[in-house]
């Protein structure tokens, strides 16, 4: 079965503080993985995207892992700013299909000044 | 770039009621074009998508609907909405299969 889990669920931490987070996936045969961010109330952004080729990917202060090998990865956050705080979502696609898109039910992050 | 959009923005509606909320796109052509739907602190589910002009493909049995009259224009209708079709709803693009989706604004739907 196709799923994509993320964790934690939620995360709070300190302004000035890194964090990661981490998303497992069981989609096959894989294609990509995106990292999206979502505001409350808007659309997802998208922060990343890797291929099976791809190990590691920056966005400015967002920097996203792939291991194609244990179908894991991660979004490392350097140095938060309260405009950090929204829902991160971990996306896998899978080939040769329009509709196989899964999503996680993503981290719910919180920066406290 | 592209850009999408949705209205309303917002939409109270009885049960009972009819539906419709739009999606239009600019600055593509022939894109894939999907509905998802997201409940309070839940992941994104997908309902539909299209790859083209009157195709269309369901991933979930509902009482919704979805309909492409024109390359750039996506509709999600319903006949009679559930107080269960309350939700965030997003129309999302993607160039082709596998490319990167962007998503509209959403509407932001509640059935009471």
């Known amino acids: 079965k196709n799923q994509v889990e993320q964790s934690p669920q939620s995360l709070i931490i300190l302004e000035g503080k890194n964090c990661t987070l981490q998303c497992n996936y069981t989609v096959s045969p894989f294609s990509n993985l995106r990292w999206y961010k979502q505001d409350t109330g808007r659309g997802p952004v998208s922060l990343t995207i890797?291929?099976?080729?791809?190990n590691t990917k920056s966005n400015g202060r967002y920097t996203a892992t792939l291991d194609a090998d244990t179908k894991q990865s991660s979004l490392h956050i350097t140095a938060s700013q309260l405009s950090d705080s929204a829902s991160y979502i971990c996306?896998?696609?899978?080939?040769?299909?329009?509709?196989?898109?899964?999503f996680g039910s993503g981290t719910r992050l919180s920066i406290r000044p | 770039s592209q850009t999408i959009h949705q209205w309303p923005a917002t939409l109270v509606q009885p049960v009972g009621s009819p539906l419709s909320l739009e999606c239009t796109v600019e600055g593509t052509s022939n894109p894939n074009l999907y509905w998802y739907r997201q409940a309070a602190g839940r992941g994104l589910q997908l309902l539909f998508y299209?790859?083209?002009?009157?195709?269309i493909s369901s991933e979930v049995p509902q009482n919704l609907s979805a309909s492409r009259p024109q390359d750039r224009q996506f509709i999600l209708s319903s006949k009679k909405l559930l107080l269960s079709d309350s939700g965030f709803y997003l129309c999302?693009?993607?160039?082709?299969?596998?490319?990167?989706?962007?998503f509209g604004p959403g509407t932001r739907l509640t059935v009471t």
């Open positions: 890797m291929t099976f080729s791809e």
């Open positions: 996306v896998v696609s899978a080939k040769s299909s329009a509709s196989k898109i899964i």
């Open positions: 299209s790859v083209g002009i009157g195709q």
């Open positions: 999302a693009l993607a160039e082709a299969l596998g490319y990167e989706q962007y």
